[in-house]
């Protein structure tokens, strides 16, 4: 296929302070070949328009897009748009320095691929960390997707019902469109920051009414596109799905961020070939070893721990500091899977460790 050329969609309202945060994790991408297009919708506060032009005045790459009504950017992002390929940027979220280059990966390689998500962390204010999330949109054909930095061919030309919509359902509507065209990949790997910023619409108080309305406009969308619930069809690439739970063991590790190629030490003491096999392909550009050496040196070291796993560190666990002196140890439980107890914790001897909708992350102080 051809080159693909991100037009990156934002649109503000009342978040003049965002802009500067998120035009630099935008210029900080190692993928070139990007536009970014902007709107102010009609911000009673904290306008980012006077900021937003001066950017678009002085970086040719920044297309600021005048709209005719509110919300006319934020439910049809492709409006404003050159470039082949849509991506959504929310204006207070960040994507990592290598999505972009990793979603044109995945689009050069299948031609027939519609769209792509990925996985993600989410803060509070880009300080507080609150927890990972995997998947945010209701689960279809038992498949977890997350609907955050939502990319997509440059091919629907519009989204909105006229602009009838009302209960900021974008990511709903805008997946159900790109699935009606072809296949969605998610990619289970963190490479975004979904931000909880005091404004936020996830943070909003709902009434009982709104939460009706949220309702029968979900429902109104789904209803549009009634052929995706058929069973003997699906609109997902699975790829990845054999490790999609698995692959949450890595989220909130350090290489993630990182643009050079790092060595990871991955523990699972049952972990199969097929999962090495899609792993080593998920995290094509770092270096990972399976229940390494302890001679090696490594970057981040991440542990898988299962009761399989924890019997074959149990005399070994509170020497992983020992052996591995300044490198980041992480541990990773599904307690849908294996509730481990304080005791069996213990290998690790002192560590910290947040638990977030049955998934305890830790790491070795």
């Known amino acids: 296929m051809e080159k693909p050329i991100f037009s990156i969609s934002t649109s503000f309202y009342n978040r003049g302070k965002w802009v500067d945060h998120v035009y630099e994790t935008i210029k900080a991408q190692t993928y070139p070949y990007w536009e970014w297009v902007v709107t102010d919708d009609f911000s009673t506060e904290d306008s980012a328009e006077e900021r937003l032009r001066e950017i678009a005045r002085n970086d040719s790459r920044v297309v600021y897009y005048n709209q005719s009504r509110k919300k006319e950017v934020f439910y049809n992002p492709q409006y404003g748009c050159s470039g082949n390929i849509v991506m959504q940027l929310d204006s207070d979220d960040e994507m990592y320095a290598n999505l972009l280059e990793i979603y044109a990966k995945y689009f050069m390689e299948d031609p027939e691929l519609m769209g792509i998500t990925c996985g993600h962390s989410m803060k509070k204010d880009l300080e507080v960390y609150t927890s990972i999330s995997n998947y945010a949109l209701q689960v279809r054909h038992n498949i977890n997707f997350a609907p955050m930095a939502r990319a997509w061919r440059n091919t629907i030309p519009h989204f909105d019902l006229n602009g009838e919509l009302n209960w900021w359902q974008n990511d709903t509507n805008i997946i159900r469109h790109i699935e009606a ?10 490479l975004y920051v979904y ?8 943070k909003k108080d709902y009434s ?25 069809k699906c609109t997902f690439d699975l790829k990845y799905l054999p490790i999609d739970r698995l692959s949450w063991a890595f989220y909130n590790c ?3 961020k990182s643009t050079s ?7 699972k003491a049952d972990i199969w070939p097929y999962e090495k096999h899609l792993l080593n392909e998920l995290y094509y550009d ?7 050496n302890p001679r090696e040196k490594y970057d981040e070291i991440v542990v898988y721990l299962n009761e ?46 947040w638990n ?9 102080l």
């Open 195 to 202: 931000n909880y910023s005091g404004d936020s619409i996830s």
């Open 308 to 353: 399989s796993t924890w019997k074959y560190l149990k005399n070994k666990g509170e020497d992983l500091k020992k052996k591995y002196p300044n490198i980041p140890v992480r541990f990773f439980v599904d307690e849908h899977l294996w509730k481990a107890t304080p005791e069996q914790l213990k290998v690790f001897g002192r560590f910290s460790f």
């Open 254 to 256: 350090d290489f993630n």
């Open 181 to 190: 065209r072809g296949k969605v990949l998610f990619i289970p790997r963190e």
């Open 261 to 267: 190629s790092k060595k990871i030490n991955f523990i």
């Open 356 to 364: 977030t909708e049955g998934l305890i992350h830790g790491f070795l």
């Open 286 to 292: 770092h270096s990972l070893s399976y229940n390494g």
């Open 208 to 232: 009982y009414e709104d939460v009706k309305a949220i309702e029968l406009e979900r429902v109104r969308i789904e209803n549009r596109f009634p052929d995706l619930d058929n069973k003997d």
